[in-house]
């Protein structure tokens, strides 16, 4: 009977703290709530949570590690949810995350471009993706190097596997947040040029999504503020 419990109050209250805060950002920045998609971000929690949080309306999750999502995906395959790929993906692993993620938010070289192209025989054919943009200097960091982004999204263009929505980056440690969007927003102008559709922006976390929206994202991935604090690993 526990499973069939009403989603735990501080989550619901959470939530709808989060959804509050998100309304008020986009209403600053003159944008409308309706132009931004909420992502939870439910990493390291089991698939329960994932489960409450759909029983209050979330319709968009983010995983960062290929066998917990495949678990979760698995586990909650009898809901209706768009799946976000957001971690560093391994090219071996590229063809089984195809097969739950509907969104690929993580593509940063063109060998994973490759992994994720061609038919699969139980996956859809296509597969929305966001290129991922390292705003730091450090090269460990996650993403490709600003001056690489043309040619990535060239190589995404090519393949009739990946329909490219946009750029994705996470905030560099040690400086403002809101520079480091609005470099962010001129990559997405630079990517526009040659992929006019390819408009969205994921950017802001439960830190800094405020400043996020302020600088144009359209996609906001949120963990800690809704989930609250996560647990060790499972
Ligand atoms: C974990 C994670 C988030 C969410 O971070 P919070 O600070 O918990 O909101 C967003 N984006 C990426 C890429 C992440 O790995």
Redesign the pocket.
């Known amino acids: 009977m526990v499973d069939d419990a009403a989603p735990d109050p501080a989550l619901a209250a959470r939530l709808a703290r989060a959804r509050a805060a998100i309304a008020d950002a986009a209403r600053a920045a003159g944008r409308t709530p309706e132009e931004l998609t909420l992502i939870v ?1 439910t ?1 390291f929690h089991p698939a329960s949570l994932v489960r409450d949080l759909v029983s209050l309306g979330v319709l968009d999750v ?1 995983e ?1 590690r290929h066998q917990e999502a495949q678990r979760k995906a698995a586990a909650l395959a009898d809901l209706d949810l768009r799946w976000h790929f ?2 560093q993906l391994q090219t071996k692993k590229a063809r089984q995350v195809r097969r739950y993620a509907n969104v690929i938010q993580s593509i940063d070289r063109e060998a994973l471009v490759d992994a994720l192209s061609g038919p699969l025989i139980d996956a859809p054919a296509l597969v929305d993706g966001f290129v991922q943009v390292n705003l730091t200097d450090d090269p460990e960091r996650g993403g490709v190097a600003p001056d690489g982004v043309e040619a990535l999204v060239e190589r995404v263009l090519e393949t009739s596997s990946i329909r490219l929505r946009g750029v994705m980056a ?1 905030a560099p440690f040690g400086e403002p947040p809101r520079p480091a969007f609005a470099r962010l927003r001129r990559i997405s102008e630079r990517v526009q040029q040659i992929a006019p559709d390819a408009t969205a922006i994921s950017a802001g ?3 800094d999504f405020v400043e996020a929206v302020a600088e144009g994202a359209t996609h906001l ?5 809704i989930t609250g604090n ?1 647990p060790a690993a499972i």
Do not use: E, H, P
């Open positions: 971000v990493k983010g960062n957001i971690g996470v976390m439960s830190g991935r949120i963990g800690t503020a996560r």
